[in-house]
Nanobody, 125 residues
């Protein structure tokens, strides 16, 4: 069983920065693509950012491009989401997700196999 644990959420003001972390259990982290999604009440979970297993490939939702950066440290089994220039519309519960080893996954939630419990990010105006 793969466990994902997010941390780093909180309450910030517009324009501030936060860094989210997600620690993944097990020995196969370096073979898994990772992503971040977010969700607000009454809305579907939406894609935020993706990183492949090596860290060489990333892509982002248009809404966060240029402000958010996804990265990973395979030695620490951890994926990060650096969020800069935060806006009130970034307020959501943020989830990290992991694929099966060496499996391609995209922005669709159904393609991701393992999820964390989420961490709340609130941006005040």
């Amino acid at each position: 069983q793969v466990m994902l644990v997010e941390s780093g959420g909180g309450l910030v003001q517009a324009g501030d920065s936060l860094r989210l972390s997600c620690v993944v259990s097990g020995r196969t982290f370096s073979r898994r693509a990772m992503s971040w999604f977010r969700q607000t009440p009454g809305k579907e979970r939406e894609f935020v950012a993706f990183i492949n297993w090596s860290g060489a490939g990333t892509f982002y939702a248009d809404s966060v491009k240029g402000r958010f950066t996804i990265s990973r440290d395979n030695a620490k089994n951890t994926v990060y989401l650096q969020m800069n220039s935060l806006k009130p519309e970034d307020t959501a519960v943020y989830y990290c997700a992991a694929s099966e080893p060496f499996t391609i996954a995209t922005y669709r939630t159904e393609e991701w196999n393992y999820w964390g419990q989420g961490t709340q990010v609130t941006v005040s105006s």
